[in-house]
Every structure is written in structure tokens, then in C-alpha cells.
């Protein structure tokens, strides 16, 4: 395209997908696509034109009044003129006298437009057949020459990536926005693992994992699922603690505990427990579930206390205090009598001992004892008992 005038700066551009109208008329019927390039910034009858580029759909009645306003100016009002696409500034005007190679994509799902090599426009969206011509509005001195046409056939795949055993489908035309062309006999698909279809748009599911390239020379990448292993199910004590590992350094985790790391540990297990995980290695998934189960789910730390002890001095055996573990001992009440009821010593503090004072006196002695066992890894308990000790000499 060339415009061999330096009067001018109007539009010039392609029309395509032209249905209407189909007489010439100052008031008519529209239907088209209009793709149209602006030498310069004009205004003209209380419209502006920017400079660039514009892609606009026309679908409905315009009368002469109007056209100013729908083709010189930029005023969109949906369904007469719907802007869908523009591309404007100062650099991007045409120039006079210089000739432009233009290229024309038109798909039912696609658009694109290229002007010496250079991408001006792609636009994706639902395109009807129809004709396409050229256009140039005032340009008396316009020039189309070099005109090559060729029917086009292309495909999409969709999704482009997948797993093994998902299905891919094949969109050769979007059959929701224009007719099967007529000028197309039948299609015959080979999908490159010894399968084939006649179907338009036909779908396909790839056993093994593998690239497939098609013979338009587009690629479907074939993935193999993450394989993940958790281990068998297992049994551990009680408190213990056990890390899991998903593999596939890399990959995205999500745990049913949250986490998203590739191994995590679980602490100080007093239950029965089930863990899964989904490992997502490049949009392929795999899910992996482990029991854990617990030899004894109650941890019991109960204290005892011995029935006699020696206030002697010798240090073998000279007070009376609780026997066990008393880490996790909290609410502690220990109260001592006398033979005849008489509370002769009592201590919260589970650690503390009675040696016998108070007075000391051998004999017979009787003791009463609350408490409670609590802990992270323990379970929560209360005790409470009596009983008898002797003091001895």
C-alpha cells in the first residue's frame, strides 16, 4: 500500500469479514470489520482522528449524518461502531509516497495484521467468514498492488499442556462463530501415536508421556505425572516424632496439615493420624496418603509413695516423698495425719519431703494425696488416693 499524494492524511486500511452492505447507499445496513491507519492528528466537523492505528466492528444502521462521526471520528456506540483494538502516536502515522507491505491473518478465533514484518495488531475473539477488500477514505491517490490471497488452515490445541490420560482438544474452527467453510472437503487428523480422526474438532487423549507434533508444525508437550510415595503405613510410640518426605525437589506442595514444603515432620504423636499430600510438578498432580498410628495413645506418669521410711541420718531412705516423674505434676496436695487425725504436715510443691518431725515419733501414719498429670505429649489426668506409712528407726 502507498499513498502517491502529499495532500491527504485520511485513513487507509482492510475491511474483512464484510457481509453488509451489499449495494451502494448514503443510508444503509453495516456489517464488517474495519482496520484503518491515520497519517496524521485531525479534526473535522467536531470530531478528532488520532494518528495510528484503529481495529472497529460495524453492525447496524448508520445514515449519511452519522458517518462522520462512525469512520473520521473516534465515537463508539456499540453495535453501529464497537472500538475493539487502537494503537495511536505521534511516530505512527503513515507517510506519503512510501510504499507498506501489509499481511492479513483472518480465523474464526484470530486476527492478526503486520506491516513490514512488524506485528501492529492481534486481536483474539469470535470472527464470522465474510469477505475483505481494501479502504482508503478521500484518498483518490491510493495504491493496492502485489495482491496475494491464500486460504489458510490452522489449528489449536487446547489445553496446549496436559497429562497423561487428560483430553486435548482439537479447535481447527470455532464453530460457534462462523459455518464450516465450503471450501473445505474433509479433514483428516493424525495425532503422531498411530491415531486418527475425521471430526472437525476432534478430541484426543495421549497414553505416554511424549512429545506430539502436529504437521502445521505446533507442539503438545505430553508431562509425566510426580511420582510421590509417603511410605507404608506405619506404628510408632507414643511421643515420638517422624518426618515425610513427597519428593520431587521443585515441585508445589500442599499438605493436609498446610504446609507446603517437600518434607515436613510431625512431633510428639499421642493419636492416630492420616496424612495426604498433592504434589503439583508442572500442572501434573499426584496425591499420596500414610497412617500413622500410635502403640500406646495414653502416655500414664502416676507417682507412688513407699510404705515405710528411716529418719535415721544414715541418707538411705530418711523422708517421705512422692516417687516418679514430677515434670509434668501440677495441682499437687499432700497432707499428712497423725494416728489420732491430727494434720501434722501438708506441701503443694510435689518435690518436697516430711521427715518425719512434727513430732517425730515412730509409729503408724496416714496420708492423703491430689494431683493432676498434664503435658504436651501427655494426657490430662487427675489422681487422688491414701494410704498408710510407717516411720521407723
Keep these: 500500500m502507498s499513498v502517491e499524494s502529499s495532500i491527504d492524511n485520511d485513513f487507509i486500511g482492510i475491511v474483512l469479514g464484510y457481509k453488509k452492505p451489499t449495494q451502494l447507499a448514503d443510508n444503509t445496513q453495516y456489517n464488517f470489520f474495519l482496520f484503518d491507519w491515520k497519517s496524521k492528528r485531525e479534526s473535522f466537523n467536531g470530531y478528532r482522528a488520532e494518528e495510528g492505528f484503529r481495529l472497529s466492528y460495524y453492525n447496524g444502521f448508520i445514515n449519511m449524518q452519522e458517518q462522520d462521526r462512525y469512520f473520521w471520528g473516534a465515537v ?18 503513515w507517510v506519503h509516497h512510501k510504499k507498506y507491505e501489509f499481511t492479513l491473518l483472518y480465523t474464526t478465533s484470530r486476527l492478526h495484521i503486520t506491516i513490514d514484518d512488524e506485528v501492529i495488531l492481534e486481536q483474539e475473539g469470535c470472527f464470522k467468514a465474510g469477505k475483505f477488500g481494501f479502504y482508503c477514505m478521500s484518498q483518490d491517490l491510493t495504491r493496492f498492488e502485489n495482491f496475494t490471497y491464500q486460504s489458510y488452515i490452522d489449528f489449536v490445541p487446547f489445553p496446549e499442556t496436559v497429562c497423561v490420560g487428560e483430553k486435548i482438544r482439537f479447535n481447527s474452527f470455532n464453530l460457534d462463530c462462523s459455518e464450516f467453510p465450503d471450501f473445505i472437503e474433509s479433514m483428516n487428523w493424525d495425532f503422531g501415536d498411530g491415531q486418527s480422526s475425521t471430526a472437525i474438532n476432534p478430541e484426543h487423549t495421549y497414553s505416554k508421556a511424549d512429545d506430539c507434533i502436529d504437521t502445521i508444525v505446533k507442539t503438545v508437550v505430553i508431562k509425566p505425572n510426580p511420582i510421590v510415595g509417603l511410605g507404608n503405613d506405619t506404628i510408632v510410640p507414643a511421643c515420638s516424632s517422624i518426618i515425610l518426605d513427597a519428593g520431587n525437589p521443585g515441585s508445589d506442595y500442599s499438605w493436609s496439615t498446610s504446609q507446603i514444603s517437600q518434607t515436613i515432620e510431625l512431633k510428639e504423636l499421642i493419636q492416630d493420624t492420616s496424612i495426604w499430600v498433592i504434589v503439583n510438578k508442572n500442572g501434573c498432580l499426584t496425591a499420596d496418603t500414610i497412617s500413622v498410628s500410635i502403640e500406646e ?55 518436697a519431703s516430711w521427715d518425719g518431725s512434727n513430732p517425730m515419733q515412730v509409729g503408724v501414719y496416714v496420708y492423703k494425696v491430689t494431683y493432676r498429670i498434664e503435658g504436651n505429649c501427655i494426657e490430662t489426668k487427675n489422681y487422688s488416693g491414701s494410704g498408710t506409712v510407717a516411720l521407723v528407726k
Design 76 to 93: 463508539e456506540n456499540p453495535p453501529a461502531r464497537t472500538l475493539l483494538n487502537e494503537k495511536y502516536g505521534n511516530s505512527l502515522g
Design 297 to 351: 495413645n495414653i502416655v500414664k506418669q502416676q507417682l507412688f509413695f513407699p510404705n515405710a521410711f528411716t529418719p535415721n541420718g544414715d541418707g538411705n531412705n530418711d523422708v517421705l516423698k512422692a516417687v516418679g516423674p514430677t515434670d509434668n505434676v501440677s495441682m499437687y496436695s499432700l497432707i499428712i495425719f497423725n494416728r489420732w487425725g491430727q494434720q501434722i504436715f501438708e506441701t503443694d510443691d510435689p518435690n
